[in-house]
């Protein structure tokens, strides 16, 4: 097998469409090369070496040494230099490379190659002894942390305390010689930890860094993000070494990052961030706080630190150049990595950026402006899940803003919360339903966690870039990053700005429109639909086939699900609107009855009230289809439990306490869930679907009397398993439409259909479809059912299953398209093959996922229904899946 391709000077043996194999970085790499832009030459080994090292117990197979020779040789040809050799000497950098990008997830090593030896070599190459022993020191440090697995503190430790003795303040303070003193600390100190002294050998160093980068892949941190990213183990990390080129050998270095448009706000400038005289990881590290590149953004920040475009021109007209080229080449927003090597620049990566969903939107309605890319390709740009961002609240422009710091808008959204300072907390206080922003100096991918648990993230130090930034963004969460005016204390525990000091537990707001951070809690605004978000929606509607419904029993649900684009309601709950008010008292009147004309009597009391809410619903709907479901849950989750209740029903009631216990107690279900509920109900007590039948026929009469058109209500039975079932509850439903019509000489047209969300269901839908007028399907039941997993116990557990790669995706989120799906699918073309053209949904939590939106556009389902927040995800994602 080619375990191992080679790029460089104009040439590549790979190319961009070979991620899955060379990981995002490589495959970038190889195209820029081909390009004919400056990459420093190098090789990428493959993800299936990840992948053949792990199934073997961290071997290499016998093939990949001689391969590896080779792509030295390789990097050897073209810089005219020789791993390992002082004379000629060339020294790598090796890093980490997977499909997606997993930004700071894994591990990098720079400097490699350097020993006693090549150490000299290097500061005669360059001229420069002090930068030659401060990239050997650097070198140690890394290889030891990231190989070796030392603690970075070690080494801050020994340089601290040199520096103290030196009466130094900067790391820049010290000379070649002090730097000498220090590396022979750094080397003694590992020799001490380890029994063995630093690796000398340069292709010693070498495997070991390529098979630390491997390891990375299994690191705590590099699984965390899999898991919130879902990313699939399986794919493994690719290794690039490449010949390395240096951002600190002087003023007339640097090193930097960019994007093509702006990632925050889709704005089409270039916008990045650079440092001079550094090293690759600093701008990311978010230690130094970085240079705008472009002097706009410079003026615009009101930064009094020169831009690259000023202080570099050659190198930014350059780099402008190719900037430009690349978008163009890769027809998207990229996200870039440079170096400037005494006045040559060098690009390290490309990538499609990163961006908010907001820039996502105008990045994409623009690019199909400037004919870049076509509507559909824009819409398929679009990642559905993050339109979720778009419907976070913003700081209401006329409240007062009592404001104690300004950073940057690093990632868009308000957020209001308690301050915590670590992560681990963070993620304590949210398990117990309390709302945090976490407060730290800066992020590391340790903090993972607590950025996740937080409600925003707010830093002190380092740019748009760092940690915090990129990764808040990812998430969708606001966050405000550098605001260096503020001061963080971890050992009082204290927050203070502008004299005022906050501790844990004080509530503020971060603003990541406009990077401000204000005292207390602070009115927000709802979110403005219109724009480039309205455009992306219209080319979306024009390009999918599946309706999207809404899941909505309330009128206040209906109105946002029709103001986000719902055309219609696929699924009414009407147990929940049982519960409002003094109607419980009905409703328990009504299930603790002890004979049918009792509860008729509690019956009657409810219909008016049913009515009304489904005349609303109409009224809302104004026309558009509206699936109403019959009283679904056990009974018992209606039962008085306190005895005050029980009280309050007896006495409605005229019977006794103590009878009305009694019979709370036999409703009892040990399995409630599998048990009397659904159309068990209906079966056992008709009366109650009649009465719900009533209400919606008489709404329906009254809804079409306004507005002066028919109402076609689509009235739906749960839970049913056999034709019979819905056959006797049709009869009822039939009848009942029947005595209406005469009651109120009005033509009635209605459906009657059922939920399919039971195995058996599925399996015998051409039987029920000689019944069905319609299917939905209830993919939360059929998926408990098919599993045989209580919906509401298998949180405990599940996760578990998912951490041990058992499972990669909750079931009860994004659709088991292999063993639920497959009853979808049997039950879809079973009830076609009785009746062709029957009207089929889908209205589980997996209505709003979209890759379960995929597949119901797979199967030709008709709609999709979900949540009311989740009515333009879907119809993005039904857009996709069509296109
Ligand atoms: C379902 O089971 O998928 C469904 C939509 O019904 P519910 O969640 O109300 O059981
Ligand atoms: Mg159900």
Known sequence: ???????????????????????????????????????????????????????????YPDEFEAQLDAALDHIGKVTGRRFGDPKKLLLVSVRSGARASMPGMMDTVLNLGLNDETVEALASDSGDARFAYDSYRRFIQMYSNVVLGLDHEVFEEILEDAKASLGHDLDTDLSAAEWQ????????????????????????????????????????????????HDIPESWGTAVNVQAMVFGNMGDSSATGVAFTRNPSTGENTLYGEFLVNAQGEDVVAGIRTPQNITEAARIAAGSDRPSMEKLMPDAFRHFVEISQRLENHYRDMQDLEFTIERGKLWMLQTRSGKRTAKAALKIAVEMAGEGLITKHEAVCRIDPASLDQLLHPTIDPKAARDVIG??????????????????????????????????????????????HAAQGILTTRGGMTSHAAVVARGMGKPCVSGVGSLRVDHKSGTLTALGQTFRKGDIITIDGGSGQVLKGAVPMLQPELSGDFAAIMEWADAARRMKVRTNAETPADARMARSFGAEGIGLCRTEHMFFDGDRITSVREMILADTERDRRTALAKLLPM?????????????GLPVTIRLLDPPLHEFLPKTDEEIDEVAKGMGVSPDKLRQRTESLHEFNPMLGHRGCRLAVTYPEIAEMQARAIFEAAVEAGRKAG????????????????????????IDSVAKSVM??????????????????????????????????????????????????????????????????????????????????????????????????????????????????????????????????????????????
């Open 1 to 59: 097998s080619k375990w191992v391709y080679t790029f460089g000077d104009g040439a590549a043996e790979g190319r961009a469409g070979d991620k899955n194999l060379l990981g995002g970085k490589g495959a970038n790499l190889a195209e820029m090369c081909s390009l004919g832009l400056p990459v420093p030459p190098g090789f990428t080994i493959t993800t299936e070496m990840c992948n053949w090292y792990y199934a073997n117990g961290r071997r």
């Open 181 to 228: 003193d220090v590396i022979a600390l750094y080397k003694s100190r590992v020799e001490e930890e380890l029994e063995k002294p630093f690796p000398q050998d340069p292709r010693e160093q070498l495997w070991g860094a390529i098979g630390a980068v491997f390891s990375s892949w299994m690191n705590q941190r590099a699984i965390t993000y899999r898991r919130l």
């Open 406 to 451: 300004v950073g940057l808008p690093a990632s868009p959204g308000a957020a209001t919360g308690e301050i915590v300072f670590n992560s681990d907390e963070a993620e304590e206080m949210k398990s117990v339903g309390r709302k945090v922003i976490l407060v730290r100096v800066e992020t590391s991918p340790e903090d993972i966690h607590g950025m």
């Open 610 to 622: 049913q009515r009304s809410d489904f005349l609303e619903l109409f009224e809302i709907m104004a």
């Open 709 to 732: 058109k028919l109402v076609v209500p689509e009235i739906m039975v749960p839970l049913v398993g056999l034709k019979k079932e819905l056959d006797y509850v049709k009869a009822r």
């Open 742 to 883: 005469e009651e109120t000489g009005v033509a009635i047209e209605y459906l009657t259909g059922t939920m399919i969300e039971l195995p058996r269901a599925a399996i015998r839908a051409n039987y029920i479809a000689e019944t069905a007028e319609f299917f939905s399907f209830g993919t939360n039941d059929l998926t408990q059912t098919t599993f045989g997993i209580s919906r509401d116990d298998a949180a405990s557990f599940l996760e578990v299953y998912r951490q041990k790669g058992i499972i990669e995706q909750d079931p009860f989120v994004s659709l088991d398209i292999e063993g639920v799906g497959e009853l979808v699918r049997l039950g879809a073309e079973k009830g076609r093959a009785t009746r062709p053209g029957i009207k089929l949904g889908i209205c589980g939590e997996h209505g709003g996922d979209p890759a379960s939106i995929g597949f119901c556009e797979e199967v030709g389902l008709d709609y999709v229904s979900c949540s009311p927040f989740r009515v333009p995800i879907a119809r993005l994602a039904a857009a996709q899946s069509a296109i």
